[in-house]
């Protein structure tokens, strides 16, 4: 095993955790955008009040893309195992 496929397979992983970890970080940030303004107008400056609807909506999140992402990871870990089995033989 060559530097640049040890390159390419490290690219690959990081790739797919940036890609695994997206909507959940785009949903939390929209979420605390949208509290954060709630609370700016209001006036009213409660840590539950920013917590709460945060932690809902990436549950929503997870409970909407799990079986997107189960795919993701599985697609990867057989191309992986196919490479590492077609390394070895």
Do not use: C, K
């Not at 079986?67 to 870990?77: D, E, H, P, V």
């Amino acid at each position: 095993m060559n530097a640049a496929a040890v390159v390419a397979a490290a690219r690959e992983m990081l790739l797919l955790t940036l890609l695994l970890a997206s909507p959940f970080l785009a949903v939390a940030i929209l979420a605390s955008l949208i509290i954060g303004l709630l609370q700016a107008t209001t006036r009213m400056n409660d840590l539950t009040l920013s917590f709460v609807p945060r932690f809902f909506a990436v549950l929503l999140v997870i409970y909407l893309t799990s079986s997107w992402a189960g795919a993701q990871l599985t697609a990867y870990i057989e191309r992986s195992a196919g490479a590492a089995h077609a390394l070895f033989e």
